[in-house]
């Protein structure tokens, strides 16, 4: 059973860092592309940023010049690094990622971010 596993998940200041890791279990297929999306309490989901199948990345305004998504092809897992870390960043983040040649969605089980004023 294909599962994604994320970790990275902190209560930390203003100002810090954090980085979120997403690592597939259960399979030998490979993460295609990914995306990390987030949701604050009482808002929709947001897509924070993306890799495609090439490489490429995309991020939010939000996170624009703060945040750095990559992909470690050996580890087969994604990884998100937010810095200059805003209370506006606390979210349950969450991990989209495209496995395997028919590239089918999995998502991860969420993980906590808080950023303390």
């Known amino acids: 059973q294909v599962q994604l596993v994320e970790s990275g998940g902190v209560l930390v200041q203003a100002g810090g860092s954090l980085r979120l890791s997403c690592a597939v279990s259960?399979?030998?297929?490979?993460?295609?592309?990914a995306e990390w999306y987030r949701q604050a309490p009482g808002k929709q989901l947001e897509l924070v940023a993306g890799?495609?199948?090439?490489?490429?990345?995309n991020y939010a305004d939000s996170v624009k010049g703060r945040c750095t998504i990559s992909r470690d092809s050996a580890k087969n897992a994604v990884y998100v690094q937010v810095n200059s870390l805003k209370p506006e960043d606390t979210a349950v983040y969450y991990c989209?990622?495209?496995?395997?040649?028919?590239?089918?969605?999995?998502w991860g089980q969420g993980t906590q971010v808080t950023v303390s004023s």
């Open positions: 890799i495609s199948s090439g490489g490429s990345t």
């Open positions: 259960g399979s030998t297929f490979s993460i295609v592309a």
């Open positions: 989209n990622a495209f496995i395997g040649d028919f590239m089918k969605s999995y």
